[in-house]
């Protein structure tokens, strides 16, 4: 007899909450009394972050982009990767976000404005069988797309959970066929200065963005590469059109925009192992027990609400990846 394993991180499928649910949540506070006018949580409800996003209207921060692949969302659920929180309603998940291409600041979608998402294509390359470029839409419909809940955390010990769409990175792997002396998978976003002002201006580090995962992280079964969210291709400022999802990772490994894809023999010098490799490591687990010289690890900060979780090992995702790295 099979007998499911309830893992430390999951709730019921039908606690998981659709996002219509989530995002009518807005509505039942001002309505109850909740919201000022200003949209700033009033005494009794505390001061939480989700009233600063209120003034933000979902038109202008959330730009669906159509493409060839649009009809493809949104993509069946996979029943395996629940959550222990609600969703972060989408305003929330779309106004508060680092791409550091664009801004140093939260609000990202007010500096993409000059970013174009077609054509874009992604290069395979390196020790691989078969090098290709894609059209990223001929990529999309080639993979089994599907909706993931994860959860996401930062370095910065804040957290969202995410409804991602997008396919395994292992079946990319398996469609270059990797040769056997490729030991890590390299990722590298865009250099366009003239879209990114961050580019620009902070010319002295060292773009592109560039991101690594061993062959191993590569093809575990949570490594994703996502084009959308909430049910429909990714908008801009979450790393629109294909992206990395590492859930037991800190954030800043899921590399946004992703340019080039290269199987490698040697680890990459990844952007921020390279600029201040005492603060972020090339592995960079989610782990409550290894500090950061600026942000405590042992508590996460819920965007959206401001409640405080005690941090879990690998995200609460050690069932899936505990075994990749040696113990003690």
Known sequence: MYIKKKRPWEIPE????????????????????YLS????MLSGLGTGVFGLFEENKKEDVIKVPATKASNLYPAKRNRIYTLDRPLTDELVAG???NFYEFSSGKSVWKHIGKMQLRPWTVEVTGLVEKPRTYDVDDLVRKM????????LRCVEAWAIAVPWTGFPMRELVKMARPLSNAKFVTMTTFM??????????????PWPYVEGLTMEEAT???TLLATGIYGHELPAQHGAPIRLVVPWKYGFKSIKSIVKIEFTANRPATFWNTVAPEEYGFVSNVNPDVP?????QKTEKIIGTDEERPTVLYNGYGEFV??????G
Do not use: C, T
């Open 14 to 33: 039908n606690k998981a909450a659709p996002e219509e649910v989530y995002l009518g949540r807005r509505k039942f506070l001002r309505d109850m009394g």
């Open 37 to 40: 006018l200003g949209g700033v």
């Open 95 to 97: 106004s508060y976000n």
């Open 144 to 151: 089994p797309l599907e909706e993931r809940l994860y959860r």
């Open 192 to 205: 366009k200065p003239d879209w990114a002002s961050g580019q620009r201006l902070r010319f002295w580090q």
């Open 220 to 222: 575990n079964e949570l």
């Open 292 to 296: 950061h010289p600026r942000w405590s």
């Open 322 to 327: 505990s075994g990749i790295y040696p113990k």
